[in-house]
Nanobody, 120 residues
Framework: QVQLVESGGGLVQAGGSLRLSCAAS????????MGWYRQAPGKQRELVAV???????NIADSVKGRFTTSRDNAKNTVYLQMNSLKPEDTAVYYC??????????????WGQGTQVTVSS
């Protein structure tokens, strides 16, 4: 009843930029948090950035100053702007949304993941 569609990944050289987007659709009453996680090969999934209703954001120290996140509440879409990319940013990036499904209650959903590869 809820779908997340991610886009924007790809291959970029070190120092370059990419912008990821994640659009939520379905029987959504409200959205609490919209965030981004990433998982590199052989590593655990880690938080990159999250936005909370009201505008507060939390950015991982490893990307602070390079990545920013924003939301378009009218479109139920969250963005991750990634600048000054480094090879260590290479990972699959996942969108995560914590929301309220109309008539059913709280629900947490993950996107399908999008590959970001940064070459040196």
């Amino acid at each position: 009843q809820v779908q997340l569609v991610e886009s924007g990944g790809g291959l970029v050289q070190a120092g370059g930029s990419l912008r990821l987007s994640c659009a939520a659709s379905g029987s959504i009453s409200s959205i609490n948090t919209m965030g981004w996680y990433r998982q590199a090969p052989g590593k655990q999934r880690e938080l990159v950035a999250v936005t909370i209703t009201g505008g507060r954001t939390n950015i991982a120290d490893s990307v602070k100053g390079r990545f920013t996140t924003s939301r378009d509440n009218a479109k139920n879409t969250v963005y991750l702007q990634m600048n000054s990319l480094k090879p260590e940013d290479t990972a699959v990036y996942y969108c995560n949304v914590d929301l309220w499904v109309a008539g059913r209650g709280p629900f947490n959903s993950w996107g399908q993941g999008t590959q970001v590869t940064v070459s040196s």
